[in-house]
């Protein structure tokens, strides 16, 4: 086992087959370096990959890259061109899919792309003998209780789901609730910008900010951290995986928003209620010899010290 969790495969099945997705911003679909088109293009012709755009390609890159849609045609992976951001829409996909995701980073920070794109040929040559490790990470899925007790659509997260007010800064006021085993306990109530439940994937994005704890992703739990509670008493709380998070705001107005992985949202009515778990599916990250866990948090976020040789 690696310091991250997972299992190295020194065998496992080749990937050949490859959906792609790649960042947006503002404006649409951002620009891809030249040498990432060069990449994908001469593996697809060398180690015989297939090239799938689920979500469709800008013009210019369809007419550079050999791809094709997703009918008719089976995924091995699903391989990600941006940050963090658009490995958490591809992380969702591959979700669905049963397959993994491998993350490229084009932009600067990429905690979770932490492959560079100067490494994307010796990736795909290493994807196409099987050479990678598989790093297998637990999900959030989150439902909200209307006030006539009916049930709204399941929202999968990788890394978190936010209650908090829409517009203006203001604070409101919610109530806390933790499900183990059948036993619902009530943690209590606190007032101020809203709270975060968590992944421990997600422990190293904005609940970090927030001031939680980091947590390896090989340990099943789930991360409660307030946000900028109005009293020192409160804390985050992390509790089992199996259990359930109710979140119920005790404000009578109506503008309270969720978010999942900071790119899904939904309004809340007065009187809902939302309640986060383990999700039913895993997701499963590729990673690549020398990219540990513990090794991204030094280099991406200048955490501790490197270990002395």
């Given at each position: ?5 997972a299992?190295?495969?020194l ?6 087959s490859?959906a792609?997705?790649?960042r947006e911003?503002?404006?649409?679909v ?8 060069a ?6 012709h060398?180690l ?7 979500e469709?390609?800008?013009p ?15 995924v ?8 963090d ?7 969702r ?5 049963g397959?993994?995701v491998?993350g ?6 990429g ?5 560079p794109?100067?490494d ?9 003998r099987g050479?990678?490790q598989?790093d ?10 209307h ?23 203001r604070v409101?006021r919610?109530q ?13 109530s ?9 992944s421990p994937?997600g ?5 970090l ?9 090989s ?8 946000i900028?509670?109005h009293?020192?008493a ?7 995986a199996?259990?359930?998070v109710?979140v ?5 107005a ?9 790119q ?11 309640e986060?778990?383990r999700?039913p ?9 020398g ?6 948090l ?6 501790a010290?490197p270990?002395r040789?």
């Amino acid at each position: 086992m690696t310091p991250g969790g997972a299992a190295l495969h020194l065998a496992a099945p080749p990937i050949r087959s490859l959906a792609i997705l790649v960042r947006e911003g503002p404006g649409g679909v951002l620009g891809v370096p030249e040498e990432v088109l060069a990449a994908l293009g001469e593996s697809s012709h060398r180690l015989g990959f297939r090239l799938h755009a689920p979500e469709g390609l800008p013009p210019h890159l369809a007419a550079t890259l050999p791809v094709r849609g997703m009918e008719g045609g089976e995924v091995d992976a699903v391989l990600t061109l941006g940050g963090d951001g658009t490995l958490l829409r591809g992380a969702r996909l591959a979700a669905a899919l049963g397959v993994p995701v491998v993350g490229v980073n084009l932009g600067h920070r990429g905690f979770l792309t932490s492959l560079p794109v100067t490494d994307l040929p010796r990736a795909l040559d290493a994807l196409s003998r099987g050479m990678y490790q598989e790093d297998r990470r637990m999900t959030l899925e989150a439902r909200v209780q209307h006030e006539d007790g009916s049930w709204g659509e399941p929202l999968p997260a990788v890394n978190d789901v936010v209650l908090h007010r829409a517009g203006v800064a203001r604070v409101t006021r919610v109530q806390l609730t933790v499900e183990t085993g059948g036993f619902r306990d009530d943690v209590g109530s606190f007032s101020g910008d809203g709270v975060i439940v968590a992944s421990p994937t997600g422990s190293t994005a904005y609940a970090l900010s927030a001031g939680g704890p980091i947590i390896s992703p090989s340990v099943p739990c789930i991360l409660v951290a307030p946000i900028c509670p109005h009293t020192l008493a409160v804390r985050p709380l992390v509790v089992p995986a199996g259990s359930r998070v109710g979140v119920r705001s005790l404000e009578a107005a109506g503008d309270l928003v969720l978010t999942v992985d900071g790119q899904v949202g939904r309004s809340l009515a007065p009187g809902d209620r939302l309640e986060v778990g383990r999700g039913p599916r895993d997701v499963t990250l590729v990673r690549f010899p020398g990219y540990t866990f513990f090794s991204t948090l030094r280099r991406k976020l200048n955490w501790a010290v490197p270990p002395r040789s």
